[in-house]
Nanobody
């Protein structure tokens, strides 16, 4: 599976962006999918994920109510809709997929996109 993240850019605080993660490989639909981010000078952290069947979704507390993870199986694409963006959301965002035991654990994800930079200005 290869993942290609896109959609990052510069946005003002309070604005919105939608990140996309396009996947190749027929088995993508059977994997857990997630988004992580690495703020400047910090460790990579969990943002959002959903189970392989899409029935369960998970969010980090700091994005609940603002970000939404979704998918389009026909396009083999996962999205992260980000609303009410804050300067502290500035980070490189990564999409990931894998046979996950614990959705917050990076090591559980087998496949990673290259990252897309989101910059939120105040």
């Amino acid at each position: 599976v290869q993942l290609q993240a896109s959609g990052g850019g510069l946005v003002q605080a309070g604005g919105s962006l939608r990140l996309s993660c396009a996947a190749s490989g027929r088995t993508f639909s059977s994997y857990f999918k997630g988004w992580f981010r690495r703020p400047p000078g910090k460790e990579r952290e969990f943002v959002a994920a959903f189970s392989w069947n899409g029935y369960s979704t998970y969010y980090a507390d700091f994005v609940k109510g603002r970000f939404t993870i979704s998918r389009d199986n026909a396009k083999n694409t996962v999205y992260l809709q980000m609303n009410s963006l804050k300067p502290e959301d500035t980070a490189v965002y990564y999409c990931a997929a894998g046979s996950v035991s614990y959705y917050r654990r990076e090591d559980d994800y087998d496949y990673w996109g290259q990252g897309t930079l989101v910059t939120v200005s105040s």
